[in-house]
């Protein structure tokens, strides 16, 4: 029995290790060398002592892996090191063009590479400090993820603390978290039992289970994990790819065993035909094999293109075909009113999904490919989520086929339905056509965009077809009896619905703009434009020429931007969303917040602000702005003529900054004097 604290404390320490050493030999050696049952007590004796001293409890304990609902976040994430994605090619030239290019690249005749499985499952970034784990987030767009830390802690083959026999420490790991086939079907089925809707396949379940809102669902869903790159290593030397998987297999991360060294294109080609049989045989979904240069400073020394690494490649095996009948062609309409044809198809299973639908595109697609109703169509689904009918077999026409029209008029609403001369798509000319409305409500309530749980598209659809929401602003004017009485649901279920309307307020101006739905401006654009401008009047006022200027910003996306808050619909929908409470400024990071507790007085004419911009400016930055100076005053910015003021600031002693100078201090969020 642990009387004193000071036994306690090393009681945990030593349970700890223990229960990580059987963690490890557990789930990531699959050798486990006690029973389920004295494991068990081991992390009861833990729990216990922890609930005796929780002074004691550590981020890393074991203990700690499934974290209270309420700590839940996640915030977008910059990666270390960008998380580029691998090129990848269907066929065997052009491995041999890669190959080609390394070999000229390197200005060697041979080169070895390292073959590996490449996991479906989605790729995550892990963080180390010293050697402690810090973070894990999604890949997100490469440069930016998301922060799911809370959700990978419950998988039990990420180390939460890195082991005592590596070298690494300060570390980011790269890595497929995934769902292993027996699993992924035993809880399908109970799924099913239990009445509920299941996934479609391996992938989908774990991308959807790790942006899961609460640590506990994640924590009973069978994922796992496979790394397979050190991104980032400072000060510990390593030669070669497989030194550093070897090094994070010593450091306790779950690593493939099925790999190979290979030199030269030709053993890579058989390892790749071996696996295209063999991948069946697996207990986890592989859509490829990915080729990679193993010699590090062959590595650095081929680097990236912006998008890939150029010393890596995946070669992916073909898609899964089959054949299906087109049994009609629906029409679709789409949030900015593009109408978009999609087969109905005679169910087919695919890659273990059933697909009954593929999109057709536009009316040029369906004339290209000649598809009718009543074909029988080649589909596939390319290792991908998106099933696409690749061709008709003409042969088995009999004459009963129907030639599809493309309708004039929008299937909805009945509006006209033109195409734009350089566009496509048709569209249905009316802004106010449920359909589009549905889609934009839909899109606004969105993860991506504001985030509010449980208004799905069903929901949306009854509150539209009622008339209870006619713009995204009724949203937020919505109350409990409307929706209780628009669908059927407990009081409960209602109580939480308006309570993520309320809570979507505060999302910030960067997913305010994204939940808008400016066409062609997606998730970047949405970012880039709360990054430069702060604030939602300032995106509107900006003009074309203006928004070109940014980098990132096309004039396409600029036309789309300024057209959208030209429309006085917009503008009043905006002002609407204002008066409900809907904050329209950019978050503000807490190390942007720099001026945090400084006043600042304006005098005299600003060149390069108005006195507003600059005020709105200081404010973003945690700073106050106040018309008179005192002695709490602690910098006045001067433009021309500044008169009286000046003079009072330099005789109180105050820090006195011209434009330029307050210019600079903005830009480098420093404050230099
Ligand atoms: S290496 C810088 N190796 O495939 C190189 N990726 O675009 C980083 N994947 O995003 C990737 N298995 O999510 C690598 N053995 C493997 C992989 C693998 C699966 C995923 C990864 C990546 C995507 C390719």
């Known amino acids: ?12 320490a030593e349970l700890r290790k223990e229960i990580r050493y059987h963690d490890r030999k557990y789930y990531v050696e699959d050798d486990p060398e006690i ?16 609930e005796r001293y929780p002074d004691l409890v550590t981020p890393d304990s074991p203990t700690q892996r499934i974290a209270p609902m309420d700590t839940v976040q996640f915030q977008g994430v910059e990666h270390k090191t960008p998380m580029l994605s691998l090129d990848n090619t269907y066929n065997h030239d052009e491995l041999k063009e890669f190959h080609e290019r390394v070999c000229r690249g390197l200005g060697v005749d041979d080169v070895e590479y390292v073959m590996e499985l490449k996991m479906d499952g989605l790729g995550v970034a892990l963080l180390y400090g010293n050697r402690l784990l810090e973070r894990g987030a999604t890949r997100g767009d490469g440069v930016m993820g998301e922060d799911i830390t809370t959700n990978l802690k419950t998988i039990r083959s990420i180390p939460l603390k890195l082991t005592d026999e590596t070298v690494l420490s300060d570390i980011e790991v790269r890595g497929e978290v995934y769902m292993p086939r027996d699993e992924f079907d035993a809880m399908n089925e109970e799924r099913l039992k239990k009445g509920e809707e299941p996934f479609a396949n391996p992938r989908n379940a774990a991308a959807g289970t790790v942006r899961q809102k609460d640590p506990r669902v994640v924590a009973e869903r069978p994922l796992d994990i496979f790394v397979y790159h050190l991104s980032h290593h400072p000060d510990v030397e390593l030669k070669t790819h497989r030194e550093c998987m070897d090094e994070l297999r010593k450091a306790g991360f779950r690593v493939n065993e099925n790999k190979a060294k290979v030199s030269g294109i030709q053993e890579a080609l058989d390892y790749i035909d071996h696996w295209e049989d063999k991948k069946k045989d697996l207990n986890y979904e592989i859509d490829g094999i990915v080729i990679k240069v193993n010699d590090l400073e062959h590595q650095e020394r081929l680097g990236a293109t912006s998008k890939h690494p150029r010393w890596a490649i995946a070669y992916k095996y073909p898609a899964v075909r089959k054949t299906t009948v087109i049994n009609d062609i629906e029409v679709q309409v789409g949030r900015t009113g593009k109408l978009t044809p999609v087969a109905i198809l005679e169910p087919v299973l695919l890659s273990g999904t059933t697909v009954s639908r593929a999109s057709l595109h536009n009316e040029d697609e369906i004339e290209r490919k000649d598809v009718r109703v009543g074909d029988t169509v080649l589909v596939e689904k390319a290792g991908e989520i998106i099933p696409q009918v690749v061709k008709v077999i003409a042969e088995k026409r009999d004459g ?14 009945g509006s006209r339905a033109t195409r734009l001369e350089d566009e496509v798509a048709r569209r249905c000319v009316n802004a106010q056509c449920p359909a589009q409305l549905k889609q934009r409500l839909e899109y606004w309530g969105s993860r991506d965009a504001m985030d509010i749980e449980g208004l799905g598209p069903k929901l949306l659809g009854k509150l539209v077809d009622k008339g209870a929401v006619k713009s995204i602003a009724d949203i937020y004017r919505l109350g409990k009896i409307q929706l209780v009485s628009v669908e059927r649901m407990a009081d409960k279920s209602a109580r939480n619905i308006l309570k993520a309307i309320e809570g979507s307020k505060e999302q910030g101006l960067a997913r305010v703009v994204q939940g808008l739905g400016i066409k062609y401006a997606g998730k970047r654009a949405a970012n880039v434009l709360a990054e430069n401008y702060g604030t939602l009047d300032s995106i509107m006022e900006a003009n074309r020429n203006e928004l070109e200027e940014i980098d990132e910003i096309g004039p396409k996306i600029a036309e789309s931007i300024v057209s959208f808050f030209e429309d006085e619909r917009n503008r009043e929908m905006i002002e609407r969303l204002k008066e409900a409470g809907v904050k329209m400024e950019a978050e503000v990071e807490e190390a942007e917040r720099f001026l945090e507790g400084k006043r600042f007085v304006l005098t005299g004419a600003l060149e390069s602000f108005t006195r507003d911009e600059a005020a709105e400016i200081i404010e973003r930055h945690g700073g106050r702005v106040t018309s008179s100076i005192s002695g709490s005053t602690d910098y006045v910015v001067v433009g021309n003529n500044p008169g009286s003021k000046l003079d009072k600031a330099r005789g109180l002693g105050i820090t006195v900054l011209d434009e330029d100078e307050f210019g600079k201090i903005i830009e480098e969020r420093y404050l230099s004097v």
């Not at 004193?4 to 945990?12: G, H, L, Q, V, W």
């Open 1 to 12: 029995m642990v009387e004193s604290k000071e036994e306690a404390k090393e009681r945990i």
């Open 400 to 413: 009963s086929q129907k030639i599809f029209e493309m309708p004039r008029e929008c299937p909805i609403c």
């Open 35 to 50: 029973s389920d049952y004295e494991y068990d007590m081991l992390m009861e004796e833990l729990k216990e002592l922890e």
